[in-house]
């Protein structure tokens, strides 16, 4: 039975959230386009099923709704602080830098969900993965002291990430 439903639904969590999107792209909710969202959905994953070699890991839910109310926290102090920065230091005041934050996770998964939180905060963007994946390259707008934004991102985020990923 588990086989059938994997072979039906390859990837059960896309599958949904396909179906999601599809139905808030309508305009109005009906039953035939809840369907029809599901048949999108099935079709899209089975499609694209080839390209997933590996299933991602397992999450930890909890966690995660918890990592992520610490980002969406984080942008609105960012926000303020960039705001600040903008407002009230000139140029040449402004101490931009290039940070790289050496990588203790593996999985492309979370690499890529950290990187993206790095570029969603504003005042900070991931500019480059090492070929190896072991290192981001992130620039920062104004920094004071860079060892210590670069251990902010590692203890903030990153160690959280491997506790999602684990």
């Not at 709704?65 to 960012?78: F, K, N, R, T």
């Not at 230091?89 to 290039?98: E, F, G, I, Q, T």
């Not at 480059?128 to 290192?135: N, P, T």
């Amino acid at each position: 039975m588990t086989r059938a439903l994997n072979w039906i639904f390859p990837h059960p969590l896309l599958t949904v959230m396909l179906a999601v999107v599809w139905i808030m792209l309508q305009n109005e909710f009906s039953a035939g386009m809840a369907v029809f969202g599901v048949i999108l959905g099935i079709i899209i994953t089975k499609i694209t099923a080839i390209w997933w070699p590996e299933r991602p890991g397992g999450m930890r839910v909890g966690k995660m709704l918890a990592y992520m109310l610490i980002v969406i926290w984080d942008i609105l102090v960012a926000n303020i602080q960039v705001a600040w920065i903008v407002l009230t230091k000139p140029n040449s005041k402004l101490r931009p830098a290039w940070i790289v934050v050496p990588l203790d996770l593996r999985q492309p998964e979370a690499i890529t969900l950290l990187a993206g939180t790095i570029t969603l905060t504003p005042g900070t963007v991931s500019a480059d993965l090492s070929d190896e994946g072991h290192s981001l390259l992130v620039h920062v707008l104004h920094t004071e002291d860079p060892d210590a934004d670069r251990d902010g991102i590692k203890e903030r985020y990153e160690s959280r990430l491997k506790e999602i990923f684990a």
